[in-house]
């Protein structure tokens, strides 16, 4: 799993430490076309890299934003501390995610602050597209 996020432009300037942190806690998980990834408006504890398969964004005030396909993150404007989620992301086929917990992406983010800016630069950039 580490040589998957050690491949993500996100997570090139982490240290082999926090990538080994990250990759001792990652998960893999797949999720059926139409089920519910991140809820708009409510909590969200995990970061995902999206490894197969697209998901749907869309909001209650804008519909539907947009597709993501592999090596998309999904979940860094709740993960980055910035805001509930303000999208609802659901598979829009047979999906695939490595998911990273909150609470591990945050204290990375504490102690590596090229991690933490793109992190907070990320949700900033879809923020503004949803």
């Known amino acids: 799993m580490s040589d998957r996020l050690i491949s993500h432009s996100l997570f090139q300037t982490l240290s082999e430490k926090s990538l ?4 001792g806690v990652a998960e893999v998980r797949h999720y059926k076309a139409g089920e519910t990834l991140i809820e708009e408006g409510e909590f969200n504890d995990k970061l995902f890299l999206l490894t197969g398969g697209s998901v ?26 910035m805001s509930l989620p303000v999208a609802t992301v659901t598979a829009a086929e047979d999906v ?10 945050s ?21 503004e597209s949803a």
């Not at 080994?20 to 990759?23: D, E, H, K, N, R």
């Not at 695939?96 to 992406?105: A, Q, R, Y």
């Not at 204290?107 to 923020?127: H, K, S």
Request: hydrophobic content about 50%; cysteine-free.
């Open 96 to 105: 695939e995610v490595m998911t990273l917990p909150i609470e591990v992406v």
């Open 56 to 81: 749907r964004i869309e909001s209650e005030d804008a519909g539907v934003i947009g597709t993501l396909k592999p090596d998309a993150i999904l979940g860094e404007i709740s993960t980055s501390g």
């Open 20 to 23: 080994a942190m990250l990759a």
């Open 107 to 127: 204290e990375i983010a504490f102690e590596e602050e090229a991690f933490a800016n793109a992190l907070r630069a990320l949700g900033m950039q879809r923020a």
